[in-house]
């Protein structure tokens, strides 16, 4: 049998010590080897740095300093590194910054001894990414006394820092960084000769060896360019020349020389008396607001495609000297406003299977998105027609029945104020359609569809969206009116 349960005699016991310790900075680093010697640490993000003692002078902090908001750390493996080296950045162009113009004060930084020392101006050669606005080429003079370190970093790496102080939303997206890298132009002696698709990723090779390389790799995609133009294209041209003789004066000017002048555009709408911050109509004011091309070979999901800001500039400047220098231009990508679908189906056949969930709303998307020859197009003022949209889904050969259908329409203002609209609220009229909010913006599908199936054929009157079938990060709005009904 078991012990009998045991009682113990204390009911509470409790122990009081203090400890002092005097840490003299004045000290030199001799000490470092006692065990028993206080030491101060400092805990960084990705490893710890030893203050004291220390070997090396250095101003002693309590608490770790950091003199920027957002640090970009880069790893470099390397047998020895020092004098040039050359970064490409492969960024997206999701971020459009106001003034490109405004320094956003970034500081570059390398690791030696533990501490990190800034880059002078001088070791910085060249830097086409604009403040990290676009893809570019970052050419640094790496100094000789950076050293590889284990301890405030990980790994035996060589490690660059680049930090900025302030304003981190208004930097692109990164998708990778690639060392020695170098820009590449082709030049066509035939001048008749038409320009041909760059080679692809992985196929580029030297046509001599080259000693110490190993392979050549493409980053990025290729830019800039254009396909030689036809018979018919050049006719075009030399009409639209002679008609607005390179002065902008009307809204159809300044669409046609944007449209000539950069080929990357795709769609280019012109708006006179307009700024984007006002509703009222503003005299010396004009609103240029531009699509880029799409590649559907690249582009998989419906995205929301914009211009870099450094474009915006450009063109801006562009324009501003073809038109009177007492015009206001502005120059901007479109607002998109969302569209999602809700409905209950009953698939062909009796199908329940996630396939087609998945492929009801990818016909959706793409029957809705602007960048597909399916459903409507690219084009300002555009409106969607639910009946339209409902008859789509039902001539689906894997779509038997539809019902409960209806749209929310989720918008956004130049303040970040979001507004939610809801069909639902309009059933009984048989003309219900989406329009946009603002005259220059398109519309996307949602990044998903809200889908139910259904095994019966029985009719179901759509309910307005209630906050409990609401998608966080999606469409779940806080704050918001519209004019099909106010949802907060």
Known sequence: TPNQPYTPNIN??????????????????????????????????????????????????????????????????????????????????????????????????????????QLSADRIHLDTTAGFLSSGIVTLDIPADMERCDRIMPGELYWLRVSARKDLHGFCSCYAIQPHAVKLTRVLHDRHSAIARPAEAGRWQPMATIPGIDGIYQAGQPF?????????????????????????????????????????????????????????????????????????AVTGACEKLVVSSLELHGIKEFVQELATPFLRIEVRNPLYEQVQVRCTVRFAGGFKTGFYFNRLDYDISNFICPWRETGYRARFGWSIRQKDVESYIRGLDYVEFITDFSMLHITQDNAGRYSLGDTARDRQDAKVVIGPRYPWSLAVPARQHYIEATTSARPIEPQVTGIDELEIGNTFIIIGNSGYGEKE
């Open 224 to 296: 800039a360019g254009r396909i030689k133009e036809s018979r018919s294209e050049l006719t075009t041209r030399l009409a639209e020349r002679l008609r607005h003789k390179n002065r902008a004066l009307t809204a159809w000017d300044y669409e046609r020389l944007v449209l000539e002048h950069f080929p990357q555009l795709a769609k280019v709408k012109c708006f006179s008396h307009m700024t984007s911050n006002s509703k009222t109509p503003r005299p010396g004011h004009v609103l240029i607001v531009v699509v880029p091309r799409f590649d559907s």
């Open 12 to 117: 509470r016991i409790s122990l009081d010590y203090r400890a002092s310790a005097e840490i003299n900075p004045l000290l030199n680093g001799s000490v470092a080897d006692d065990v028993s010697a206080d030491a101060l640490l400092h805990i960084h993000p990705f490893g710890v740095e030893a203050l004291y003692p220390a070997a090396q002078d250095k101003p002693l902090y309590l608490l770790p300093q950091y003199a920027y908001q957002g640090n970009l750390f880069i790893g470099i493996e390397a047998n020895d590194l020092a004098g040039a080296l050359t970064l490409f950045f492969y960024l997206a162009d999701d971020i459009v910054r106001q003034d490109p113009e405004i320094d956003p004060e970034i500081a570059w930084f390398y690791l030696a001894g533990d501490s990190w020392r």
